[in-house]
C-alpha cells in the first residue's frame, strides 16, 4: 500500500514538474517575443535630432518652440510645438507635424522676418533638386493670438530672407538662371508683388493683387556671371551685397 501511494506522489511530482516546466518556458517565449517586438520598434524608429529655444522666439523670455526630427520606418518627420509662459508652468499653444524630405539638419535661424520687432524662425524642412536652393519653413509669432503660424507656401520659395529695403520676404531660386522673387506675408502665406529673372536676358515683373503678371524691364544679360545675381530692389534695379 505505501509503494502505491508513493508511486502516485512520484507521478503527481512528476507531472506538476512538467508543467512547471511548460510554465516557464512559456514565459521565457513570450518575454522573447516581447523583446524582439521591443527591438523592432526601436529599429524601426529613430530620434535625428532635438531643438528647443525659450530665450529668444517670439517675445523673449515668454515663449518657447521645441522641435523634433524623427523617423518612422522609411518617412521622416518635423513636430513643431510652441508654448507662451503662464505663472506656474509653459502653456502649449500649437503643434505642427510634417513629412521632410530634408537630409540637412535642421538648422534653425530666428531672428524678425516681419519687423515687427519680435522673432520668428525658419528651419530645413525639405530636399531641393538643386544643391544651391535651401528649402526652409518659415514660422511666424503672432503676438495678438499668441502663437506660431506656419507660413504654408514658404518652401516653395528658397533662401528666404528679411528684406529690410522694401519690408518684405525675398527669396532666391536658383534654376537654369536664378529668379530673385519679392513677397509679403499676408495671412498664413507669402503673396509676390515682384520678381527679377535672369537667363538669356534679365526680366523684371510687377504681380498683382490677382496674380497677374507685368513686364518693366528687359535687358541683355552679356556677362554669364550676372546669371546668378540676387537683387534686394527691383524699381530700381539693386544687388544684394
Request: aromatic content about 10%; overall charge negative.
Amino acid at each position: 500500500m505505501k509503494l502505491y501511494i508513493l508511486a502516485l506522489l512520484v507521478f503527481f511530482i512528476s507531472c506538476s514538474t512538467k508543467q512547471l516546466e511548460k510554465g516557464i518556458e512559456k514565459n521565457q517565449n513570450l518575454n522573447a517575443t516581447k523583446d524582439a517586438q521591443r527591438d523592432t520598434i526601436v529599429q524601426n524608429t529613430e530620434i535625428i535630432e532635438v531643438f528647443s529655444d525659450s530665450l529668444n522666439i517670439g517675445e523673449k523670455g515668454k515663449c518657447k518652440i521645441e522641435i523634433v526630427k524623427h523617423r518612422v520606418l522609411d518617412d521622416t518627420y518635423l513636430i513643431v510645438k510652441f508654448y507662451t509662459k503662464g505663472p506656474k508652468y509653459w502653456y502649449h499653444q500649437n503643434t505642427y507635424l510634417y513629412e521632410t524630405t530634408a537630409l540637412m539638419g535642421l538648422e534653425p535661424n530666428i531672428s524678425d522676418f516681419n519687423n515687427d520687432n519680435l522673432n520668428d524662425i525658419t528651419i530645413v524642412s525639405a530636399a531641393a533638386a538643386r544643391g544651391a536652393n535651401e528649402v526652409r519653413r518659415l514660422f511666424i509669432y503672432n503676438k495678438k493670438e499668441k502663437q506660431l503660424i506656419s507660413i504654408v507656401n514658404s518652401e516653395e520659395y528658397p533662401n528666404i530672407l528679411y528684406n529690410s529695403e522694401l519690408d518684405c520676404i525675398d527669396a532666391f531660386l536658383v534654376h537654369g538662371g536664378s529668379t530673385t522673387v519679392f513677397a509679403r506675408i499676408e495671412g498664413d502665406s507669402l503673396k509676390e508683388f515682384a520678381s527679377v529673372n535672369n537667363d538669356n536676358s534679365r526680366t523684371v515683373y510687377e504681380i498683382d493683387n490677382i496674380g497677374n503678371r507685368k513686364l518693366i524691364r528687359r535687358d541683355t544679360i552679356i556677362d554669364s556671371d550676372d546669371v546668378y545675381i540676387r537683387y534686394k530692389n527691383y524699381k530700381p534695379l539693386k544687388e544684394s551685397e
